[in-house]
């Protein structure tokens, strides 16, 4: 398993455990929105937006920004 620390537009990061090639992470990460935010189950549509991954940190080591 490899890491990688996810960057989004407006700061917001963490991090995530994958199986990939730093140029599949790369791939499938960067330029991409993702839902960040808290989830409610009660309310599946509030609480969260929707934001644009901008760094792949990969492994703590190789780094790729957009």
Same mark, same amino acid.
């Given at each position: ?8 537009? =407006? *700061?917001?990061?963490? =991090?995530? =455990?994958?199986? *990939?090639? #730093?140029?599949? !992470?790369?791939?499938y990460f960067l330029g991409k929105a993702f839902p960040i935010g808290s989830f409610d189950e009660t309310k599946p $549509?509030? *609480? #969260? ?7 792949? !940190?990969? $492994?703590?080591? +190789?780094?790729?920004? +957009?």
């Amino acid at each position: 398993m490899n890491k990688a620390t996810l960057t989004t537009e =407006s *700061g917001h990061t963490w =991090s995530t =455990s994958i199986n *990939g090639t #730093f140029k599949e !992470v790369c791939d499938y990460f960067l330029g991409k929105a993702f839902p960040i935010g808290s989830f409610d189950e009660t309310k599946p $549509n509030e *609480g #969260f937006t929707m934001e644009r991954v901008v760094k792949v !940190v990969y $492994n703590d080591k +190789q780094i790729a920004t +957009q």
